[in-house]
């Protein structure tokens, strides 16, 4: 699929087996929609979910990127989730509870080379270590993003988060690494206290600070405060915009700075610049 626009700052999960859902996130505002197939599905209703998922797909999400969550490794829907999505019109296949590497090299294999590309979520203590690993083969393996998967996560580690999920920082700044040491997208991960705006609020603020792309969402009154929060904002965008714009000048030819705004900018800079316009589907005229 072709997007114009790369931001992913707000993704909202929705139970494929929920056609009423579906329907309405086509009138959203939400960068991605992620399509579940795993906790949001009772086992009796998974077959059916599976095909509502790809009859969804077919039928398109305009410009958002289209995920489904598959139902995880060793569990008796994961192959068949696989073997379904391999030539479906998604963009990437989310694999929960991914605690072992080798499991990137099994879905790639499962959707074909040219299949949908791979997200994987760290929701577990051998998925954390499993990091560096991760970040080595995302190329290979077409991964495109992490998502933390903080409710099972904090289970797993057996720890008590508190407002400020204190116990869970040192494993999101983990995640957030490793996304960035293999060029992929880090997602946030869900808050379930769907009316607490300033809860919300705050998640995202520190989402941002820790420097996660989005936040994974479960109710359409949370993508506002993800999109609102998650960068590049328009302030941002317009500075891009002046740094593409002067290195372009016939003045800074060769130049590694510039003085722009009363401040000094470098290429390293104008490479930023054009990453988050790009993101936004702004064109860049700098070569």
Do not use: Y
């Not at 509502?52 to 039928?59: D, E, L, M």
């Not at 959707?111 to 590309?117: Q, Y």
């Amino acid at each position: 699929m072709t997007m114009t626009n790369r931001r992913c700052r707000a993704a909202l999960f929705l139970p494929a087996s929920n056609a009423r859902a579906i329907e309405k996130v086509r009138g959203l505002t939400c960068d991605t929609v992620i399509l579940d197939l795993e906790d949001a599905v009772a086992p009796e209703a998974k077959a059916a979910a599976r095909d509502a998922a790809v009859t969804a797909a077919h039928r398109g999400f305009g410009d958002r990127r289209l995920v489904v969550r598959a139902n995880a490794v060793g569990t008796p829907w994961h192959d068949d989730d696989l073997a379904a999505l391999a030539g479906a019109p998604v963009d990437a296949v989310l694999l929960p509870k991914l605690d072992d590497a080798g499991a990137c090299d099994a879905a790639r294999r499962a959707l074909g080379a040219n299949g949908p590309a791979l997200w994987a979520m760290i929701e577990t203590a051998r998925g954390l270590m499993a990091l560096p690993a991760l970040a080595a083969g995302a190329a290979t393996w077409r991964l495109e993003a992490l998502v933390a998967g903080t409710n099972d996560l904090a289970l797993d580690l057996r720890c008590r988060p508190d407002a400020a999920r204190t116990p869970l920082v040192p494993h999101l700044a983990a995640i957030v690494a490793a996304a960035r040491a293999g060029g992929m997208i880090a997602l946030d991960g869900v808050l379930n206290a769907i009316t607490d705006a300033a809860r919300l609020a705050a998640e995202c603020a520190q989402g941002a600070m820790l420097g996660f792309d989005g936040k994974t969402l479960i109710h359409p009154n949370q993508v506002a405060a993800a999109q609102a929060a998650f960068g590049p904002t328009d302030a941002e965008l317009a500075w891009a915009a002046r740094v593409v714009a002067a290195f372009a000048a016939p003045e800074a030819d060769g130049r590694g700075a510039i003085a722009l705004d009363g401040a000094m900018v470098e290429r390293l800079h104008l490479a930023e610049a054009e990453r988050m316009l790009a993101e936004a589907g702004t064109p860049s005229s700098a070569s």
